[in-house]
Each structure stands twice: as structure tokens, then as C-alpha cells.
């Protein structure tokens, strides 16, 4: 399968300060990438689709302004939670998709970034 | 209603077994379904995914999706302990504005006992 990197793994950070976590798809172009979110025993929760060249486009609920996120290129997407509160506190994983024709599409999951604001 | 639907489990089942994990969905236009495995603390890795009616068998994987009943499962065969894990269902919306979206299900566990 194709690969999406991660950075950073882990990242540990006062309340207040903004952290920047990174997506790369390795050995493909990803027009389309996505960022989740994922609490302890909960399912993942999309909180944006991210388009090369264009604006996110975030799920309801999602602050846009919190959660700064650009593509600046086909294999790279940016992640940027701003003033970082401990409930920001989780699992945040991406994962971009592999352009294909037909119903293919299939979407390959980063390592995630694990996310703890004191 | 929920749009993805899995029983959380956990499913038990012994080493060497048959576990079968089923998936239902709301959205009839969907086209794509796939299934991730999700190990604690890790992220999803895809294992099947199915476009067409019928079974897909993958190694020790078959996938199998009934459109007419909107429904998708996954059957293991020769289950192992290493098979031990959250098991997510997800269906690729048909298209719009939420095109190439998935929505996943809540997830079963699994537990494979020796």
C-alpha cells in the first residue's frame, strides 16, 4: 500500500501555544488529504479535508481558526492547532488519498500524532 | 441513526476460528466500503476494500457486500492472536460536496484467544 508519514509522533506542549504537525505521502500525490481526530475508546472524527492548492474544507463543529490547515503541495499537508487547550488533548491521525480512476480511492492512514497540552 | 453501523463487541472468538464482523450502512448511494484494522494505540491500516456485489477473498481475508441490504462484512478465517484488534468499517460517500469523504464505523473489537 502507499505510504503517509507522520511528524511528530508524540508532541507535549503548554496551554496557550500553537503546534504544527505535518503529513507526507512518500511514494504518491495526494491531491486530497484528510485530518482526524480520535478520543481514548471513540471512533474517528473527521474534522477537515484538506485540497492541494485550495482552502480546507471542515466538518461542522470544526473551528477553521483553531485548526489551521494548508497544502501547499501534492505531498504535503500542515496541521496547525493554534492556542492549544488541554482538551485539545488526542489522537490526531491524517491520511491521504490515492488518486484512481473509478471507485477506487482509497485513503492510507499516517502513524498519527499524539497530542497532550498540560 | 447512525450512517455506519458495527456491533462494538468485543467478539471473542479461538484461535483458529472463523470471526465474522458485520457492517450495515444508511447511504444507498454508496459506492466504496473498506475495512481498517486498528491495533491500540496505532493507527487504521487498511486490509480489504470492495466496490462490487458479491465476496472478495484476500488471503485469510473475504470481504462481502450486499447492496440490496446495505451490508458489508469481513470474515477472518484461521484467526489469530495477532489478529487481535479494533476492526473499522467505512463507506466512501456517493459524491457531492463530501466526495471521497469516509464515514466510519464505531468499530469492533476483537479478541482472539488461544
Known amino acids: 500500500g502507499a505510504v503517509v508519514s507522520q511528524h511528530p509522533s508524540w508532541v507535549i506542549c503548554k496551554s496557550g501555544t500553537s503546534v504544527k504537525i505535518e503529513c507526507r505521502s512518500l511514494?504518491?500525490?495526494?491531491?486530497?488529504m484528510f485530518w482526524y481526530r480520535q478520543f481514548p475508546k471513540q471512533s474517528l472524527m473527521l474534522m477537515a479535508t484538506?485540497?492541494?492548492?485550495?482552502?480546507?474544507?471542515?466538518e461542522q463543529g470544526v473551528e477553521k481558526d483553531k485548526f489551521l490547515i494548508n497544502h501547499a503541495s501534492l505531498t504535503l499537508s500542515t496541521l496547525t492547532v493554534t492556542s492549544a487547550h488541554p482538551e485539545d488533548s488526542s489522537f490526531y491521525i491524517c491520511?491521504?488519498?490515492?488518486?484512481?480512476?473509478?471507485?477506487?480511492?482509497?485513503?492510507?492512514f499516517g502513524p498519527g500524532t499524539r497530542l497532550t497540552v498540560l | 441513526q447512525k450512517e455506519v453501523e458495527q456491533n462494538s463487541g468485543p467478539l471473542s472468538v479461538p484461535e483458529g476460528a472463523i470471526a465474522s464482523l458485520n457492517c450495515t450502512y444508511s447511504?444507498?448511494?454508496?459506492?466504496?466500503f473498506f475495512w481498517y484494522r486498528q491495533y491500540s494505540g496505532k493507527s487504521p491500516e487498511l486490509i480489504m476494500s470492495?466496490?462490487?456485489?458479491g465476496d472478495k477473498e484476500d488471503g485469510r481475508f473475504t470481504a462481502q457486500l450486499n447492496k440490496a441490504s446495505q451490508y458489508v462484512s469481513l470474515l477472518i478465517r484461521d484467526s489469530q492472536p495477532s489478529d487481535s484488534a479494533t476492526y473499522l468499517c467505512?463507506?466512501?460517500?456517493?459524491?457531492?460536496?463530501?466526495?471521497?469523504?469516509?464515514?466510519f464505523g464505531q468499530g469492533t473489537i476483537l479478541t482472539v484467544h488461544p
Open positions: 467505512a463507506v466512501r460517500n456517493a459524491g457531492g460536496t463530501s466526495y471521497g469523504k469516509l464515514t
Open positions: 484538506s485540497n492541494e492548492g485550495s482552502k480546507a474544507t471542515y
Open positions: 447511504d444507498r448511494g454508496s459506492q466504496s
Open positions: 470492495i466496490y462490487s456485489n
Open positions: 511514494d504518491f500525490q495526494a491531491t486530497t
Open positions: 491520511s491521504a488519498r490515492v488518486p484512481t480512476s473509478g471507485n477506487y480511492n482509497e485513503q492510507f
